[in-house]
């Protein structure tokens, strides 16, 4: 009998029929109870979806009320930090170091000698400048007896030239008398200045000789290479026994306290900038120090545009060191500021910067804002009014102008 296929026939056509046509209810049966209730939650926003399109056809945003708050505005820049003085100290004459020579990262204070040169002749040199010295000088009274000699028959001739003058005036001299003492009162002249001659050129002398003394005396004092200032030794001085020619190097020294920190401003920012403001940097160890604003420079860097400005931080300790990349806040005065989140920014059609409030109306208004601040909690911008209602979500999909219904809440700011 053919009932066997029949039965078969009957069941694949319920099973089919099941698959195909009743699918869904079967899943909503095999689906555990958490995916049943997404359905039920999927079916109520899909209701209250369609019952807000039901009403009229404006566009819903989110907004926020915003109030401006004083913000203690702040330049940052990124900079380094460079020793307060550093000086490559070299030597000024030829001599051969004899001083042994100091390690580099040794302390050194001011005056200290770093390298001393052999000093060769130079003494002798000194001893006979000064000989000759003594020898000018005692030339002077020779000269200044001369002098007085010579004005001595100079005044002698005047007196018996007034008086040959008188007699022929009597009759009781002759013209050749007169002529006499005139020519006793020319040679007497001519005497004195020869004598006064004599006498500046033994002062020159002297001159002279002081100025070989001296030019002696410093060629000896540059045998002793010195620190200019107190600070640290940045390279071994010279070697003992090398050979130091003029312009050779003795030693490096670099002084670090105070320490500056030193940062480029760009000229957008210069004028918050202040002589004397307070300042603040954290180095990339985590270090933080504070200091004041020393220096700020009145020409650009052409390459660019930017002003140097120097911090001076006390550094006793010496723990800061220099070349450290640092991160500089200049303190500022303070500024009005909106706390928003940094995704309400956006660009309108000419490429500004700004956020797009709700104005009177629901109407949408866009408004440039000046980026002051970035935080953890959001972004400070400047620019908007004491208070207002910035749109946070949906701001990109409407315009100037267009009405729009305001959703305003919390976010998280």
């Known amino acids: ?149 010579a004005r001595a028959r100079l005044e002698e001739a005047e007196i018996n030239a007034n008086a040959a003058n008188k007699l022929i005036e009597g009759g009781f001299a002759s013209e050749t008398r007169v002529a006499s003492t005139q020519a006793a009162v020319s040679a007497a002249e001519a005497s004195v200045q020869s004598a006064k001659s004599g006498l500046q050129s033994t002062q020159a002398g002297i001159q002279s000789a002081e100025a070989a003394v001296a030019a002696a005396r410093r060629e000896i004092d540059r045998l002793y290479i010195k620190a200019p200032f107190g600070g640290l030794l940045e390279s071994d001085t010279a070697e003992l026994g090398s050979l130091l020619q003029p312009g050779s190097l003795c030693a490096t020294i670099i002084r670090l306290d105070p320490i500056k920190v030193v940062g480029f401003v760009p000229e957008t920012e210069v004028n918050r900038v202040k002589i004397g403001a307070m300042a603040g940097a954290r180095l990339t160890t985590g270090q933080e120090v504070a200091g004041q604003v020393v220096f700020l420079s009145r020409s650009a860097d052409p390459t660019t545009r930017t002003f140097r400005v120097e911090i001076n931080v006390p550094n006793p300790d010496l723990s800061l060191r220099d070349g450290q990349t640092a991160e500089i806040a200049i303190s500022s005065e303070g500024a009005d500021a909106h706390l928003i989140p940094q995704s309400a920014l956006t660009l309108n059609d000419e490429g500004t910067l700004g956020v797009r409030l709700v104005g009177d109306g629901n109407k949408v208004t866009f408004a440039p804002v000046e980026l002051l601040r970035d935080s953890v909690d959001g972004i400070w911008v400047g620019g908007l009014p004491a208070k207002a209602d910035v749109i946070v979500i949906g701001q990109e999909y409407v315009v100037d102008g267009v009405t729009v219904d305001p959703v305003f809440g919390e976010t998280g700011l």
Not at 46 to 75: F, K, N, Y
Not at 108 to 120: K, N, S, T, W
Request: net charge negative.
């Open 1 to 149: 009998m053919r009932i066997v296929p029949i039965i078969t026939a009957i069941l694949v056509s319920v099973l089919l029929y099941f698959l195909v046509i009743e699918r869904d209810s079967i899943n909503a049966m095999a689906a555990p109870p958490s995916e049943i209730e997404d359905a039920t939650a999927r079916d109520d926003t899909a209701a209250a979806l369609a019952e807000q399109t039901s009403g009229p056809d404006l566009m819903r945003v989110q907004a926020i009320h915003s109030e401006a708050r004083v913000i203690d505005s702040a330049v940052i820049l990124r900079g380094q930090t460079e020793a307060d003085r550093q000086v490559d100290v070299r030597a000024e004459t030829s001599s051969q170091v004899v001083s042994e020579p100091l390690r580099k990262g040794a302390f050194v204070e001011a005056g200290q000698v770093m390298c001393e040169l052999d000093p060769g002749t130079r003494q002798a040199s000194l001893e006979e400048a000064e000989a000759r010295l003594t020898e000018a000088r005692a030339r002077v009274p020779e000269a200044e007896a001369r002098l007085h000699e």
